[in-house]
């Protein structure tokens, strides 16, 4: 059995055949949650290895490459030593690797609360309606609005989230009217996040302010406690 537990340890990667659960992980760890409404929780992050998108403000390039493959076993028994009921399954984009998706339902069906962090730019239909996906529509500033997948909002359910990271004013004026076209905040929790090296949080949260929007303000908490640090 492989174990996840130790950073020193390394294989040489293999492609899993069709159909397999192996996945490639770039890490899984213990923190709070830093975003979402499920901020402050004790959360195991498992980070998969890949992202088809190179987003302008991208704060995970780390887990563009490399990674280990691990059984979808050894990565449950993992999550299971933490101890606690928090799961969130993110990258790169986790779903760009078709073993997420009986991962996710394994992590369900083991009695854990799922949450998906994707791009929003890959096929969510197959994701367990029990998970809690986070929906990243991906702005202009970002460079990678163009990969922006809409058909994936009529498939969201009440409990998930929508997430806007904006870079500037032109980001925040452009979401506000996606906001009011696609009528999100009636329908499920929508997060603006200032983009930390480009949008001071100040300027955001007086914008929202001033429009009286009903949107959820977020900073990412993991970063105000721990910075950019790996595996926070």
């Given at each position: 059995m492989t174990s996840?537990?130790?950073?020193?340890?390394?294989?040489?990667?293999?492609?899993?055949?069709?159909?397999?659960?192996?996945?490639?992980?770039t890490e899984i760890f213990l923190s709070l949650q830093g975003e979402s409404t499920f901020v402050g929780c004790p959360t195991v992050f498992v980070r998969l290895t890949g992202c088809p998108l190179?987003?302008?403000y991208c704060d995970t390039e780390y887990a563009f490459h490399g990674g280990l493959w691990?059984?979808?076993?050894?990565?449950?028994?993992t999550v299971a030593g933490h101890g606690v009921r928090h799961v969130c399954v993110t990258g790169g984009e986790p779903?760009?690797?078709?073993?997420?998706?009986?991962?996710?339902?394994?992590?369900?069906?083991a009695g854990y609360v799922v949450s998906l962090e994707t791009s929003g730019a890959l096929d969510v239909s197959a994701v367990d309606?029990?998970?809690?996906?986070?929906?990243?529509?991906?702005?202009?500033?970002?460079?990678?609005?163009?990969?922006?997948?809409?058909?994936?909002?009529?498939?969201?359910?009440?409990?998930?989230q929508i997430k806007f990271v904006l870079c500037d004013r032109a980001d925040y004026d452009w979401a506000k009217s996606v906001v009011a076209e696609h009528r999100l905040t009636e329908?499920?929790?929508?997060?603006?996040?200032?983009?930390?090296?480009?949008?001071?949080?100040?300027?955001?949260?007086?914008?929202?302010?001033?429009?009286?929007?009903?949107?959820r303000f977020q900073m990412q908490l993991h970063k105000l406690l721990w910075g950019g640090e790996a595996g926070r």
């Open positions: 996840l537990a130790s950073a020193t340890e390394r294989v040489t990667p293999r492609v899993p055949a069709a159909g397999s659960t192996r996945l490639k992980l190179r987003c302008s691990h059984e979808q076993a050894d990565v449950l028994a779903l760009a690797q078709k073993a997420c998706i009986p991962l996710l339902t394994a992590l369900c069906d309606p029990r998970v809690v996906k986070i929906l990243d529509i991906k702005t202009p500033a970002s460079k990678e609005v163009g990969r922006n997948r809409w058909e994936n909002l009529a498939l969201l359910q009440p409990h998930d329908r499920h929790t929508v997060l603006f996040s200032p983009s930390a090296t480009q949008l001071a949080a100040r300027d955001l949260a007086d914008w929202i302010v001033a429009d009286r929007l009903l949107v």
